[in-house]
T-cell receptor, first 113, second 115 residues
Framework: DAGVIQSPRHEVTEMGQEVTLRCKPISGHDYLFWYRQTMMRGLELLIY????????DSGMPEDRFSAKMPNASFSTLKIQPSEPRDSAVYFC???????????FGEGSRLTVL | AQSVTQLDSQVPVFEEAPVELRCNYS??????LFWYVQYPNQGLQLLLKYLSGSTLVESINGFEAEFNKSQTSFHLRKPSVHISDTAEYFCAVSEYDNAGNMLTFGGGTRLMVKP
């Protein structure tokens, strides 16, 4: 398996633009997580899905952020409109039957100017 | 609610020296414990974990961690570090009765190995 695949790896955009980050989890995994990592706040859980259903989105910073999982092999995290404070590395992770291990993608580094 | 504290944000150490990265957790129930490593420009990957059984767990690259229930600690150690061990290390915990087995991560410790 190729692991968790995220795109784009890097995104530079201007304030006010819409940003869409994409994630393909490992086949067979039924949990998917979106994290944000910054120097100031460290690693924050934004939202997670179980069997494509959002379970807990309490970490989503505000209404400008939304996430969807239309099927078991694809998820998106959208920011609209983007702001400079959204600049961070966004990670997607997945897991299946509980062994304690989360599998992380390589991240999408977002810079909002 | 569970929480994790990594007491050191940065640990500089010379190559071939021993190192200990400290992790303490807080939980009202039994827990699973993990160490993840993040190399530059990469995602996190599991280094080692404690689920049950022996309280001393080891990784394939020479790290070990010991679960100490009375001290609520899970410190990570390596007797002799290499330059390639330079990375950020995250301690994480999940509770037995957490339906989603959600991981709570510590703030991370940046290990900097100097030649």
């Amino acid at each position: 398996d190729a692991g968790v695949i995220q795109s784009p790896r890097h995104e530079v955009t201007e304030m006010g633009q819409e940003v869409t980050l994409r994630c393909k989890p490992i086949s067979g995994h039924d949990y998917l997580f979106w994290y944000r990592q910054t120097m100031m706040r460290g690693l924050e859980l934004l939202i997670y899905f179980n069997n494509n259903v959002p379970i807990d989105d309490s970490g989503m910073p505000e209404d400008r952020f939304s996430a969807k999982m239309p099927n078991a092999s694809f998820s998106t995290l959208k920011i609209q409109p983007s702001e400079p404070r959204d600049s961070a590395v966004y990670f997607c992770a997945s897991r299946g039957v509980y062994t304690g291990e989360l599998f992380f993608g390589e991240g999408s580094r977002l810079t909002v100017l | 609610a569970q929480s994790v504290t990594q007491l050191d944000s940065q640990v500089p150490v010379f190559e071939e020296a021993p190192v200990e990265l400290r992790c303490n957790y807080s939980s009202s129930v039994s827990v699973y414990l993990f160490w993840y490593v993040q190399y530059p420009n990469q995602g996190l990957q599991l280094l080692l974990k404690y689920l049950s059984g022996s309280t001393l767990v080891e990784s394939i690259n020479g790290f070990e961690a010991e679960f100490n229930k009375s001290q609520t600690s899970f410190h990570l150690r390596k007797p002799s570090v290499h330059i390639s061990d330079t990375a950020e290390y995250f301690c994480a915990v999940s509770e037995y009765d957490n339906a989603g087995n959600m991981l709570t991560f510590g703030g991370g410790t940046r290990l900097m190995v100097k030649p």
